[in-house]
């Protein structure tokens, strides 16, 4: 009787020093655990309005948004103050205290440019295998005002959109088979533009070139590949590698 007296002791001293650590949020869910509050936000795209989720403390992203005719320059509440950027993202992290109606600002799309930051004056060998070898540098408009062109992009589908291009190549020296293979892909493997070099000398010359195509091609994005000659004995050099992309006038 006295064991079983000592032992019903025991446990309510256990459960009583279990519900004060879990008061004091050292053992299971603390007692005033603070709760993860989102919002419900609409923005206004023209007269269309569009539902977005937004979680307390975090950086809210809405997308590139678009609309014809123009890009997106930033998303303000209806006394003009801006909330989010040119990409859609939210200024500061967010607090369930701001507004919850919002509208897109779009600056007109006469013609818009970005030039991207490739490569300067660093040389890479495009390999001497015998076999493709390919050196490729992708555009994935992901910055802040590549972000803009993407909006300005997906408004306006039908639009051309010149890729300028250049860069400086050269062969190996004193070794046959020269020709380089340029080629221009959107959209994954959609070849836009293909292009052979076949008067490369041992010194490094300049090459400039184009390709004019529709915007909806391009809003996933582009590469430019460097390719050597099918079973070539010789290795190609390139350096200055410049691209500008820009939506041309009506």
């Known amino acids: 009787m006295r064991k079983l007296k000592l032992l019903s002791a025991l446990v309510a001293i256990v459960a009583l020093l279990s519900i004060c650590l879990t008061a004091c949020g050292l053992f299971g869910e603390p007692k005033d655990a603070p709760k993860v509050k989102f919002s419900t936000i609409t923005v206004y795209v023209g007269d269309i309005p569009q539902t977005f989720t937004a979680t307390n403390d975090t950086t809210v992203d809405v997308g590139p948004l678009s609309q014809s005719g123009g890009y997106l320059v930033g998303i303000e509440d209806s006394a003009g103050r801006k909330y989010f950027d040119e990409a859609g993202r939210s200024l500061l992290p967010w607090n369930d205290a701001n507004p919850t109606i919002f509208y897109a600002k779009f600056a007109p799309l006469n013609t818009l440019s970005y030039t991207f930051e490739t490569m300067a004056n660093k040389t890479i060998s495009i390999g001497t295998q015998e076999d493709y070898e390919i050196h490729s540098f992708a555009y994935s408009f992901q910055n802040t005002k590549e972000v803009q062109f993407l909006s300005a992009l997906k408004g306006n589908p039908e639009r ?91």
């Open 160 to 250: 051309q959109v010149q890729i300028s291009y250049s860069f400086d190549a050269k062969k190996q020296d004193n070794i046959w088979k020269p020709n380089l293979y340029v080629k221009v892909y959107a959209n994954g493997d959609e070849t836009l533009q293909s292009i052979t070099i076949n008067e490369q000398s041992v010194d490094f010359k300049h090459y400039s070139y184009s390709v004019t195509v529709p915007a909806r091609r391009l809003t996933n994005g582009f590469k430019i590949s460097f390719m050597n000659t099918d079973f070539a004995l010789c290795a190609k050099y390139i350096k200055y590698v410049d691209c500008k992309i820009e939506i041309l006038g009506e």
